[in-house]
């Protein structure tokens, strides 16, 4: 182990570091991939849709270490920092960002790496555990989540029918509804509603689907979730 120290040291002094300034940088990254690591696993933890991208972990455990490295490469430099925002002004970033709550990770992430990197580490601590802890409060308080979600249903049928039929069954199930298209061709219609449901439970979906099924000429019902990450 002392001879490991003592190499460092050696190392150190070749590239110009002093002591404190290499156990600065190399905690600085330590302290970035840890609290990157931390908030890569809560928003694993909390993402509410089907499933995430393993790509986008592995891009918040990395953003913040390199967003530190480019810190510590200005270091108060002013020249420096205007040659490193031209080149990186040349990357192009065309990779569309679906969820704006991933967009929130991101910078979360890049505040990290830049608080390490000009070494308020800190700031960076006392900040992720508040983070962390409104996060898991907006996750269990299901924040912003409707209670009555509007669902796409879809009646497909083969003989003549009226929409009446339809409407009086929605009516018992459904706070509000609306025909959102019809279309009728020789021997097949098909009517889409749009429907905020009371009661989204397993047992009243098929009552609701019993029923409408059961009206004459009614061949197919469909329920369908029109957002891109379905509620919990």
Known sequence: ???ILS???????????????????LFSLFLAITVAF?????????HRGL????AFMSTLVLLAPIVSVVMLFIR??????????????????????KDTRDMVFLFWVIAVGLGCGTYNWNVVIISTIVISITMFLLYF???????????????????????NQIGKVLKRYAKE????????????????????????????????FGEIKAIEG???????????????
């Open 76 to 97: 108060g430099d002013l020249v420096l920092s205007l040659g490193l925002i031209g080149s990186l002004s040349i990357i192009r970033f065309r990779t569309p960002i």
């Open 51 to 54: 499933n995430y991208e393993l």
């Open 7 to 25: 190499l460092i040291k050696r190392l150190a002094e070749l590239i110009g570091f002093e002591n404190l300034d290499l156990a600065s940088v």
């Open 177 to 208: 509804s609306r025909i959102r298209s019809q279309e009728a061709e020789e021997g097949f219609w098909e009517i889409i509603f749009e429907v905020q449901l009371i009661d989204l439970t397993q047992e009243k979906t098929g009552e609701l």
């Open 141 to 163: 308080m299901k924040y912003g989540q409707s209670r009555g979600t509007d669902y796409v249903l879809i009646v497909t049928g083969s003989l003549a029918l009226s929409n």
């Open 1 to 3: 182990m002392d001879g």
């Open 38 to 46: 931390i908030i890569s696993q809560i928003y694993k933890y909390t």
């Open 218 to 232: 009614v061949s197919k019902v469909s329920l369908l979730a029109p957002q891109i990450a379905l509620p919990v």
